[in-house]
C-alpha cells in the first residue's frame, strides 16, 4: 500500500466505527475518511461528516437520512437504504472498506467491496460465519486486486503471526478468550445473572451484543468459525483457551512443534491499525504492554458446563451448510431478548439450541438467499422459543 488511504467505514457509530476514526486520525493527513455509514443516529454521523470531510454518508433508515440532510454539509452527498452500504464499499476512490455493521447486513457490502478490489477490513463476525464459503471465494476471485485483513483481535493476532509462514506450516490455531464477565462467577448463580452484569466485561471495551456474547463464549464460537475460514484450518485443529489477562491475543502452533503468539494492551485500535495499513506498521500513541507489570500468563481449557454456546458453535461449523447461520441468528434474537428481560441468562444457549435442533441443514454449500432465508427463518423460530419461555 502506499502512504495514505482513503477508508470507507460501514458502522461509523459503534463502538469499533468510532475507533476506528480515532485510528485514522492518528494516521495523519494522508488518511481520509471517504465515506461513514451507519443505521439511523443522523446527528453522530453528521458531527462525523464535519470532523472529517466526508464526501458521501449513508444511513439505512429513509426517514433519518431525510432529516441528515436537512443538516449535513453541502459538499456531502447522503445515501439512504439497505443498498447505500453495498454501493459504498464499492466507491471508486476508495482503498479500504471497513465492515463494522452488526449481522448479516456485512455480508453484501464486503462481497461488493472484494469484488471491486478493494481491502476489506473486516471487523464483522457474522459475515464469515454465515457466509463464510460465498466470502473466501470472491477473496480468490479478487486474486491480487483485493484482500481480506481481520479485525478482531484474535484474528489480527494469528494473521500477524503467520506473516511471513509457509502455507503447509501452521498445525494448529489456538484462540484466547478473556472469559468474560463470568468465568469466575459461582454456575449455581448464573440463572440469576442481569444484563447489567453480564456488560461489564473485565477487559475490553465492546458493543453491548458482543459484551454478552463474551459472556457465554458465544463470541469465541463464532470465532472459530470465523478462524476455520479464515486460514482453512479443521475445527479439530482450532482450540480455545481461557486467558483472563488478555495480553495474548491468540496462538498459532506451527508443525516443528514452535508457537507462535502476539501480545499487545487490549485495546481495538492496534488490530484496526494494522489492517488498514498492512504490512506497514505505522507508530502510535496508544498505551503499551508492560510486561513487568502484567502478571503471569495464565491458560485454561473452556467449562463447556459454564459455556454451552461454544459446543454449540463448534457442532454447527462442523455440521456446515447453513447452521452456522441459524447459530448466528438465533444466537442474535436469544440475546436481544435477555437484554430486554424476556428471558434468562442460561436461556441464551437453549433458545439456540432447540433452534439448530429444528432446523433441517442443507447438504451443499448455500447461495446468499438460501444464506438469508435460513436466518431468516431461525429467527422466527428462535423467537416462538422466546415467547414459550417468557410464559412459564
Not at 453528521?46 to 454539509?73: E, F, M, T, V
Not at 461489564?200 to 451484543?209: E, L, Q
Not at 498459532?252 to 494494522?274: E, F, T
Request: aromatic content about 6%.
Amino acid at each position: 500500500m502506499g502512504k495514505g488511504k482513503n477508508v470507507v467505514i460501514l458502522g461509523s457509530t459503534g463502538s469499533i466505527g468510532r475507533q476506528a476514526l480515532e485510528v485514522i486520525e492518528t494516521l495523519g493527513e494522508d488518511w481520509h475518511v471517504a465515506a461513514v455509514t451507519a443505521d439511523h443516529n443522523y446527528d453522530l454521523v453528521n458531527q462525523q461528516i464535519r470532523k472529517h470531510g466526508c464526501r458521501y454518508a449513508a444511513l439505512n433508515s429513509r426517514s433519518d437520512a431525510a432529516k441528515l440532510r436537512n443538516i449535513a454539509p453541502e459538499g456531502c452527498q447522503i445515501w439512504e437504504g439497505p443498498e447505500a452500504m453495498r454501493d459504498l464499499a464499492a466507491l471508486p476512490e476508495a482503498d479500504v472498506v471497513l465492515v463494522a455493521v452488526l449481522g448479516t447486513a456485512g455480508i453484501e457490502p464486503t462481497l461488493a467491496a472484494l469484488k471491486a478490489g478493494k481491502r476489506v477490513a473486516l471487523a464483522n463476525k457474522e459475515t464469515l460465519v454465515a457466509a463464510g464459503a460465498l466470502i473466501m471465494q470472491a477473496v480468490r476471485q479478487a486474486g491480487s486486486t483485493g484482500m481480506l485483513v481481520p479485525v478482531d483481535s484474535e484474528h489480527s493476532a494469528i494473521f500477524q503471526c503467520l506473516v511471513g509462514q509457509d502455507q503447509d506450516a501452521l498445525e494448529s490455531i489456538t484462540l484466547t478468550a478473556s472469559g468474560g464477565a463470568f468465568r469466575d462467577y459461582p454456575l449455581a448463580e448464573l440463572a440469576n445473572v442481569t444484563p447489567e452484569m453480564a456488560l461489564r466485561h473485565p477487559n475490553w471495551n465492546m458493543g453491548p451484543k458482543i459484551t454478552i456474547d463474551s459472556a457465554t463464549l458465544m463470541n469465541k464460537g463464532l470465532e472459530v468459525i470465523e478462524a476455520h475460514w479464515l486460514f482453512a484450518v479443521d475445527y479439530p485443529q482450532i482450540n480455545v483457551a481461557i486467558h483472563p489477562g488478555s495480553m495474548v491475543h491468540s496462538m498459532v502452533h506451527l508443525r516443528d512443534g514452535s508457537i507462535l503468539a502476539q501480545l499487545g494492551a487490549p485495546d481495538m485500535r492496534l488490530p484496526i491499525q494494522y489492517a488498514f495499513t498492512y504490512p506497514r506498521r505505522l507508530p502510535n500513541n496508544y498505551r503499551r504492554l508492560n510486561l513487568f507489570e502484567c502478571g503471569p500468563l495464565l491458560f485454561e481449557p473452556p467449562d463447556l458446563q459454564r459455556f454451552p454456546a461454544l459446543k454449540l458453535a463448534y457442532d454447527a461449523g462442523t455440521a456446515g451448510g447453513t447452521a452456522p447461520a441459524v447459530l448466528n441468528a438465533a444466537n442474535e434474537e436469544a440475546v436481544a431478548a435477555f437484554r430486554a428481560g424476556r428471558v434468562a441468562f442460561l436461556d441464551i444457549a437453549r433458545i439456540v439450541a432447540e433452534t439448530l435442533g429444528k432446523h433441517i441443514n442443507s447438504t451443499w454449500i448455500p447461495d446468499l438467499g438460501t444464506i438469508l432465508e435460513a436466518d431468516a427463518a431461525a429467527r422466527v423460530s428462535a423467537n416462538s422459543i422466546i415467547r414459550r419461555l417468557e410464559g412459564k
